[in-house]
């Protein structure tokens, strides 16, 4: 079986400030993981994936996640945040001969101007 | 470009009376999925097509039911929607599932509202 925690389901954070939104999960087999974006009343845009390989991965708008095996995480994060970035936030797990995505609660970042 | 279509973007419903969703791809994949997702949830797995082979999950209830006619088209059937039924409903698509790597990409969704 296959889950995943994420830390927070609001995270407010000021326009310029680092965003951070925090996913740990849990796999018995090596896991592929994905962070989706989904704005207002829109369907979820992928914004990165980790399947193998380099641990850090590069998405969209500047966002990038980190798999730490050893701490069963997949943080999400972007230096600088925008208005623009205000949406919900889904982590999302799969593995093995799972091809279906578990997902996350959900986290809710708010920027501030 | 190529992309996952639902239509209508927003629908309205009496209690009972029944209501079909669309979904289009123009991807050419394999799989499409039917997800339900209510207020401040994460999305819930209703069933999937792998081509024309229908998969449900276990805990879908019968009151939906899906068709897909080709490649292209899905539709989520509700046959007598209720109260509990108002959620988004997104479509998405992946080319295959014999990897657990196959990203789904998701349509915009259809806003169903129940009266």
């Known amino acids: 079986a296959q889950s995943v925690t994420q830390l927070g389901s609001h995270v407010s954070v000021s326009e310029g400030a680092l965003v951070l939104l925090r996913c740990n999960y849990s796999?018995?087999?090596?896991?592929?993981l994905f962070w989706y974006v989904q704005y207002p009343n829109q369907g979820l845009q992928l914004l990165l994936k980790?399947?193998?390989?380099?641990?850090l991965v590069k998405g969209i708008n500047g966002f990038e996640a980190e798999f730490k095996k050893s701490e069963t995480s997949f943080h999400l994060t972007k230096p600088s945040a925008h208005m623009s970035d205000a949406a919900e936030y889904f982590c999302?797990?799969?593995?093995?001969?799972?091809?279906?995505?578990?997902f996350g609660k959900g986290t809710l970042l708010t920027v501030n101007p | 470009d190529a992309m996952v279509i639902q239509n209508p973007r927003y629908q309205v419903t009496q209690f009972g009376k029944p209501v079909t969703l669309s979904c289009s791809q123009t991807?050419?994949?394999?799989?499409m999925y039917w997800y339900q997702q209510k207020s401040s949830q994460a999305p819930k797995l209703l069933f999937h097509?792998?081509?024309?082979?229908?998969?449900n999950e276990a805990d879908t209830p019968d009151n939906f039911q899906s068709r897909r006619p080709n490649t292209s088209f899905c539709f989520l059937d509700i046959r007598s929607p209720g109260l509990g039924d108002a959620a988004m409903y997104l479509c998405?698509?992946?080319?295959?599932?014999?990897?657990?790597?196959?990203?789904?990409?998701f349509g915009p969704g259809t806003r169903l509202t129940v009266l």
């Open positions: 998405a698509t992946s080319r295959d599932t014999g990897s657990s790597t196959d990203t789904q990409y």
């Open positions: 796999s018995s087999v090596p896991p592929y």
């Open positions: 980790y399947t193998t390989g380099a641990t």
């Open positions: 999302a797990v799969s593995g093995g001969s799972n091809y279906k995505l578990t």
């Open positions: 991807l050419n994949h394999n799989v």
């Open positions: 097509y792998y081509d024309k082979d229908f998969n």
